[in-house]
Protein backbone atom coordinates (compact mmCIF):
# COMPACT_ATOMS: atom_id res chain seq x y z
CA UNK A 1 0.00 0.00 0.00
CA UNK A 2 1.49 3.24 -1.10
CA UNK A 3 1.39 5.10 2.18
CA UNK A 4 3.30 8.60 0.42
CA UNK A 5 5.15 9.63 4.16
CA UNK A 6 7.30 12.54 3.87
CA UNK A 7 9.38 12.46 7.45
CA UNK A 8 9.28 14.95 10.00
CA UNK A 9 11.98 17.78 8.42
CA UNK A 10 13.52 19.84 11.30
CA UNK A 11 14.64 21.86 8.94
CA UNK A 12 11.28 23.49 8.10
CA UNK A 13 10.21 23.25 11.57
CA UNK A 14 13.03 25.66 12.61
CA UNK A 15 12.65 27.85 9.27
CA UNK A 16 8.87 28.59 10.59
CA UNK A 17 9.48 29.20 14.02
CA UNK A 18 12.13 31.60 12.33
CA UNK A 19 9.39 33.57 10.67
CA UNK A 20 7.12 33.60 12.57
CA UNK A 21 7.51 37.15 13.90
CA UNK A 22 5.11 38.83 10.95
CA UNK A 23 8.17 40.27 9.66
CA UNK A 24 10.28 40.49 5.91
CA UNK A 25 13.36 37.87 6.65
CA UNK A 26 16.50 38.08 4.45
CA UNK A 27 17.19 34.55 2.61
CA UNK A 28 20.57 35.04 2.84
CA UNK A 29 20.45 35.04 6.92
CA UNK A 30 17.86 32.36 7.23
CA UNK A 31 20.52 30.50 5.33
CA UNK A 32 23.40 31.23 7.75
CA UNK A 33 21.14 30.55 10.55
CA UNK A 34 19.96 27.50 10.04
CA UNK A 35 23.84 26.08 7.89
CA UNK A 36 21.58 25.38 4.88
CA UNK A 37 22.37 26.95 1.29
CA UNK A 38 19.54 29.71 -0.13
CA UNK A 39 18.53 27.14 -2.52
CA UNK A 40 17.36 25.30 -0.10
CA UNK A 41 15.66 27.98 1.55
CA UNK A 42 13.98 28.69 -1.33
CA UNK A 43 12.98 25.22 -1.76
CA UNK A 44 11.54 25.12 1.28
CA UNK A 45 9.58 28.48 1.19
CA UNK A 46 8.06 26.90 -2.67
CA UNK A 47 7.41 23.71 -0.35
CA UNK A 48 5.14 25.70 1.88
CA UNK A 49 3.37 27.43 -0.59
CA UNK A 50 2.60 24.66 -1.97
CA UNK A 51 1.23 23.11 1.01
CA UNK A 52 -1.03 26.04 1.29
CA UNK A 53 0.97 28.52 3.78
CA UNK A 54 0.41 31.99 2.81
CA UNK A 55 4.16 34.03 2.20
CA UNK A 56 4.72 36.62 0.55
CA UNK A 57 8.04 36.17 -1.08
CA UNK A 58 7.89 39.13 -3.85
CA UNK A 59 10.26 40.70 -2.39
CA UNK A 60 13.85 39.80 -3.54
CA UNK A 61 15.05 37.11 -1.32
CA UNK A 62 13.07 38.14 1.38
CA UNK A 63 9.93 36.33 2.53
CA UNK A 64 7.22 37.12 5.09
CA UNK A 65 4.98 34.68 6.87
CA UNK A 66 1.18 36.38 6.21
CA UNK A 67 -0.28 34.44 9.31
CA UNK A 68 1.47 32.69 12.04
CA UNK A 69 2.25 28.93 11.87
CA UNK A 70 3.52 26.55 14.65
CA UNK A 71 4.51 23.04 13.22
CA UNK A 72 4.36 20.04 15.41
CA UNK A 73 7.35 19.97 17.38
CA UNK A 74 7.98 16.05 18.74
CA UNK A 75 10.26 17.08 21.56
CA UNK A 76 7.66 19.91 22.89
CA UNK A 77 4.82 17.55 23.07
CA UNK A 78 6.83 14.52 24.49
CA UNK A 79 8.48 16.83 27.01
CA UNK A 80 4.93 17.27 27.96
CA UNK A 81 3.56 13.79 28.12
CA UNK A 82 3.12 11.63 31.14
CA UNK A 83 2.41 8.44 29.15
CA UNK A 84 5.39 6.36 27.76
CA UNK A 85 4.84 6.52 24.34
CA UNK A 86 6.93 6.15 20.99
CA UNK A 87 5.90 8.68 18.91
CA UNK A 88 6.99 9.70 15.34
CA UNK A 89 5.75 13.29 13.84
CA UNK A 90 5.63 13.50 10.00
CA UNK A 91 5.27 15.95 7.15
CA UNK A 92 2.77 14.17 5.06
CA UNK A 93 1.40 10.90 4.75
CA UNK A 94 -1.86 9.16 3.07
CA UNK A 95 -3.59 8.34 6.27
CA UNK A 96 -2.04 8.00 9.37
CA UNK A 97 -4.50 5.31 10.51
CA UNK A 98 -2.24 3.74 7.41
CA UNK A 99 1.10 4.19 9.36
CA UNK A 100 0.78 1.17 11.45
CA UNK A 101 -0.11 -1.35 8.63
CA UNK A 102 2.96 -2.03 8.75
CA UNK A 103 4.04 -2.32 12.24
CA UNK A 104 4.85 -5.07 14.35
CA UNK A 105 1.92 -5.83 16.95
CA UNK A 106 3.77 -4.80 20.05
CA UNK A 107 2.04 -5.83 23.31
CA UNK A 108 3.61 -3.69 26.18
CA UNK A 109 4.37 -0.72 23.36
CA UNK A 110 2.06 2.26 22.52
CA UNK A 111 2.96 3.85 19.31
CA UNK A 112 1.46 7.22 18.03
CA UNK A 113 2.02 8.91 14.72
CA UNK A 114 0.90 12.58 13.73
CA UNK A 115 1.24 14.43 10.83
CA UNK A 116 1.24 17.78 8.91
CA UNK A 117 -0.84 16.84 6.43
CA UNK A 118 -2.65 13.70 5.14
CA UNK A 119 -3.08 12.95 1.30
CA UNK A 120 -6.09 10.56 1.85
CA UNK A 121 -7.05 11.63 5.14
CA UNK A 122 -10.58 9.02 5.83
CA UNK A 123 -14.02 9.34 7.82
CA UNK A 124 -16.39 6.98 8.67
CA UNK A 125 -18.29 5.71 6.29
CA UNK A 126 -15.90 6.43 3.32
CA UNK A 127 -16.08 9.49 3.83
CA UNK A 128 -12.74 12.23 2.90
CA UNK A 129 -11.25 13.91 6.50
CA UNK A 130 -10.01 17.45 5.44
CA UNK A 131 -6.15 17.54 6.39
CA UNK A 132 -4.78 20.49 5.33
CA UNK A 133 -1.50 21.10 6.05
CA UNK A 134 -0.28 22.42 9.80
CA UNK A 135 -3.56 23.73 10.00
CA UNK A 136 -5.15 20.92 12.68
CA UNK A 137 -4.17 17.62 14.58
CA UNK A 138 -4.05 14.09 12.71
CA UNK A 139 -3.57 11.55 15.40
CA UNK A 140 -3.45 7.83 15.34
CA UNK A 141 -2.26 5.53 18.30
CA UNK A 142 -1.87 1.94 17.77
CA UNK A 143 -2.75 0.65 21.35
CA UNK A 144 -2.25 -2.90 22.66
CA UNK A 145 -5.25 -4.56 24.54
CA UNK A 146 -4.70 -7.39 26.34
CA UNK A 147 -8.28 -8.52 25.50
CA UNK A 148 -10.31 -9.99 22.44
CA UNK A 149 -12.81 -7.94 20.14
CA UNK A 150 -15.61 -8.55 22.33
CA UNK A 151 -14.15 -6.50 25.07
CA UNK A 152 -13.59 -3.82 23.13
CA UNK A 153 -17.35 -2.51 22.60
CA UNK A 154 -17.61 0.96 23.68
CA UNK A 155 -14.15 1.85 23.47
CA UNK A 156 -15.14 4.18 20.32
CA UNK A 157 -17.53 6.29 22.78
CA UNK A 158 -15.18 6.34 25.16
CA UNK A 159 -12.34 8.01 22.80
CA UNK A 160 -14.94 10.63 21.98
CA UNK A 161 -15.42 11.58 25.58
CA UNK A 162 -11.47 11.66 26.19
CA UNK A 163 -11.58 14.64 22.86
CA UNK A 164 -14.71 16.53 24.80
CA UNK A 165 -12.39 16.25 28.33
CA UNK A 166 -9.36 17.57 26.36
CA UNK A 167 -12.01 20.34 24.88
CA UNK A 168 -12.96 21.26 28.75
CA UNK A 169 -9.15 21.14 30.00
CA UNK A 170 -8.52 24.02 26.97
CA UNK A 171 -11.95 25.87 27.97
CA UNK A 172 -13.98 24.81 25.48
CA UNK A 173 -17.03 23.94 27.25
CA UNK A 174 -19.93 23.29 24.84
CA UNK A 175 -18.82 20.24 23.31
CA UNK A 176 -21.34 17.23 22.91
CA UNK A 177 -21.21 13.47 21.61
CA UNK A 178 -23.17 11.99 19.07
CA UNK A 179 -23.19 8.59 19.21
CA UNK A 180 -21.55 6.55 18.32
CA UNK A 181 -18.02 8.94 18.21
CA UNK A 182 -19.04 12.48 16.22
CA UNK A 183 -17.93 15.20 18.29
CA UNK A 184 -20.30 18.85 17.60
CA UNK A 185 -19.19 22.03 19.42
CA UNK A 186 -22.29 24.46 19.10
CA UNK A 187 -24.33 21.75 16.21
CA UNK A 188 -21.00 21.94 13.74
CA UNK A 189 -18.82 18.93 13.88
CA UNK A 190 -15.19 20.04 15.33
CA UNK A 191 -13.89 16.18 15.44
CA UNK A 192 -13.97 12.71 14.11
CA UNK A 193 -12.71 9.35 15.58
CA UNK A 194 -11.93 6.74 13.32
CA UNK A 195 -11.04 3.19 14.65
CA UNK A 196 -10.00 -0.20 13.68
CA UNK A 197 -9.04 -3.15 15.47
CA UNK A 198 -6.94 -6.10 14.38
CA UNK A 199 -6.88 -9.83 16.51
CA UNK A 200 -3.72 -11.05 17.63
CA UNK A 201 -3.14 -14.86 17.54
CA UNK A 202 -2.05 -14.45 21.00
CA UNK A 203 -4.81 -13.53 22.45
CA UNK A 204 -4.91 -9.96 22.17
CA UNK A 205 -6.21 -6.96 20.06
CA UNK A 206 -4.13 -3.90 18.49
CA UNK A 207 -6.38 -1.05 18.19
CA UNK A 208 -5.58 1.53 15.51
CA UNK A 209 -7.73 4.81 17.52
CA UNK A 210 -7.56 7.73 14.64
CA UNK A 211 -8.75 11.04 15.83
CA UNK A 212 -9.43 14.14 13.77
CA UNK A 213 -9.81 17.75 15.70
CA UNK A 214 -10.28 20.56 13.57
CA UNK A 215 -7.74 23.38 15.51
CA UNK A 216 -6.81 26.36 13.29
CA UNK A 217 -8.57 25.88 10.14
CA UNK A 218 -10.65 28.85 8.77
CA UNK A 219 -13.72 29.57 6.06
CA UNK A 220 -11.14 30.07 4.09
CA UNK A 221 -8.78 27.19 3.73
CA UNK A 222 -11.66 24.47 3.56
CA UNK A 223 -14.69 25.39 1.00
CA UNK A 224 -15.40 21.83 0.08
CA UNK A 225 -16.64 20.12 3.12
CA UNK A 226 -19.92 18.99 2.84
CA UNK A 227 -20.66 19.19 6.42
CA UNK A 228 -21.43 21.53 8.71
CA UNK A 229 -18.30 22.16 10.41
CA UNK A 230 -16.10 24.49 12.95
CA UNK A 231 -12.65 24.50 14.44
CA UNK A 232 -11.40 25.66 17.77
CA UNK A 233 -10.09 28.55 16.04
CA UNK A 234 -13.72 29.17 14.50
CA UNK A 235 -14.83 29.24 17.88
CA UNK A 236 -12.31 31.14 19.55
CA UNK A 237 -11.05 33.77 16.90
CA UNK A 238 -7.60 32.74 18.31
CA UNK A 239 -5.10 30.35 16.93
CA UNK A 240 -3.93 27.53 18.92
CA UNK A 241 -0.47 26.36 19.43
CA UNK A 242 -1.43 22.41 18.50
CA UNK A 243 1.88 20.97 20.29
CA UNK A 244 -0.35 21.99 23.54
CA UNK A 245 -3.36 20.87 22.28
CA UNK A 246 -1.67 17.42 20.89
CA UNK A 247 -0.22 16.91 24.42
CA UNK A 248 -4.06 17.37 25.99
CA UNK A 249 -5.25 15.34 23.81
CA UNK A 250 -3.04 12.33 24.10
CA UNK A 251 -2.50 12.51 28.50
CA UNK A 252 -6.74 12.74 28.43
CA UNK A 253 -6.92 9.73 25.37
CA UNK A 254 -4.25 7.50 27.19
CA UNK A 255 -6.15 8.31 30.57
CA UNK A 256 -9.23 7.49 29.43
CA UNK A 257 -8.42 4.16 27.40
CA UNK A 258 -6.56 2.72 30.38
CA UNK A 259 -9.24 3.36 32.46
CA UNK A 260 -11.62 1.42 29.92
CA UNK A 261 -9.08 -1.11 29.84
CA UNK A 262 -9.10 -2.03 33.71
CA UNK A 263 -12.41 -1.16 34.54
CA UNK A 264 -14.95 -1.39 31.05
CA UNK A 265 -17.49 1.08 29.65
CA UNK A 266 -20.44 0.78 32.45
CA UNK A 267 -18.18 3.08 34.15
CA UNK A 268 -18.53 5.61 31.36
CA UNK A 269 -22.12 5.87 31.19
CA UNK A 270 -23.19 9.12 33.32
CA UNK A 271 -20.43 10.89 31.74
CA UNK A 272 -21.89 9.72 28.43
CA UNK A 273 -25.26 10.76 29.66
CA UNK A 274 -23.99 14.43 30.35
CA UNK A 275 -22.66 15.08 26.70
CA UNK A 276 -25.13 12.68 24.38
CA UNK A 277 -26.63 15.48 21.95
CA UNK A 278 -28.94 12.52 20.75
CA UNK A 279 -30.92 12.28 24.23
CA UNK A 280 -34.78 12.96 24.07
CA UNK A 281 -34.56 13.53 20.18
CA UNK A 282 -36.60 11.94 17.54
CA UNK A 283 -34.04 10.57 15.10
CA UNK A 284 -33.84 7.97 12.78
CA UNK A 285 -30.83 5.42 12.50
CA UNK A 286 -29.26 3.74 8.65
CA UNK A 287 -28.91 0.48 9.95
CA UNK A 288 -28.26 -2.22 7.63
CA UNK A 289 -30.14 -0.52 4.15
CA UNK A 290 -33.53 0.15 7.06
CA UNK A 291 -34.40 3.85 8.16
CA UNK A 292 -35.17 3.11 11.87
CA UNK A 293 -36.92 6.25 13.58
CA UNK A 294 -38.18 6.83 17.19
CA UNK A 295 -36.69 8.67 20.35
CA UNK A 296 -33.25 7.93 21.28
CA UNK A 297 -32.91 7.24 24.78
CA UNK A 298 -29.66 6.87 25.52
CA UNK A 299 -27.06 3.89 25.56
CA UNK A 300 -26.96 0.42 26.77
CA UNK A 301 -23.69 -1.14 28.87
CA UNK A 302 -22.15 -2.24 25.60
CA UNK A 303 -22.18 1.40 24.10
CA UNK A 304 -24.77 0.34 21.57
CA UNK A 305 -27.66 2.83 20.85
CA UNK A 306 -31.12 2.75 22.28
CA UNK A 307 -34.06 3.42 20.50
CA UNK A 308 -37.48 3.98 22.04
CA UNK A 309 -40.86 2.94 19.66
CA UNK A 310 -44.17 4.46 19.45
CA UNK A 311 -45.20 1.38 21.22
CA UNK A 312 -42.71 1.69 23.79
CA UNK A 313 -40.71 -0.76 22.99
CA UNK A 314 -36.68 -0.56 23.17
CA UNK A 315 -33.81 -1.56 21.01
CA UNK A 316 -30.69 -1.64 21.35
CA UNK A 317 -28.52 -0.82 17.74
CA UNK A 318 -24.36 -1.92 17.82
CA UNK A 319 -23.98 0.77 14.11
CA UNK A 320 -25.63 2.39 11.52
CA UNK A 321 -25.93 6.23 11.13
CA UNK A 322 -27.88 8.70 12.81
CA UNK A 323 -29.64 11.73 11.62
CA UNK A 324 -31.53 13.64 13.86
CA UNK A 325 -34.84 14.62 12.84
CA UNK A 326 -36.33 17.04 14.97
CA UNK A 327 -34.96 19.39 18.24
C1 LIG B 1 -15.23 10.80 11.15
O1 LIG B 1 -15.79 11.53 11.96
O2 LIG B 1 -15.74 10.54 10.07
C2 LIG B 1 -13.88 10.23 11.51
C3 LIG B 1 -12.75 11.15 11.18
C4 LIG B 1 -11.40 10.59 11.60
C5 LIG B 1 -10.25 11.44 11.10
C6 LIG B 1 -8.93 10.97 11.65
S1 LIG B 1 -7.61 12.05 11.28
C7 LIG B 1 -6.46 10.89 11.84
C8 LIG B 1 -6.93 9.55 11.32
N1 LIG B 1 -6.49 9.36 9.95
C9 LIG B 1 -7.51 9.31 9.11
O3 LIG B 1 -7.40 9.16 7.86
N2 LIG B 1 -8.67 9.43 9.74
C10 LIG B 1 -8.46 9.60 11.18
Redesign the pocket.
Known amino acids: MPMNIKPYNEKLVQLTQLLNDGQYHDGNILSQTLGITCSTIRKMIEKLKQYGVAIDSSQNNRYLLSEPLILLDPASIQKSLHYDVELTVLESIS???DYFKLSEATPHTILCCLTEQ?T??????Q?V?H?PFGKNI???CYYPFQKDIRALAGLSLVISLAVLATLRALGFNDGMVKWPN?IFYQGK?LA???MDVQTQPQGFSMVTI???LNVNMTARDELAIDQSWTSLREESGASLDRNYVVALLLQHLLDYVHRFAQEGFSVFSEEWAASDSLLHQTVTLDYMSHHISGEAVGINSKGHLLIRFPDESVQAFSSGEVVLLKK
Open positions: STNQQGRGRLRWSYLSDKGILGIG
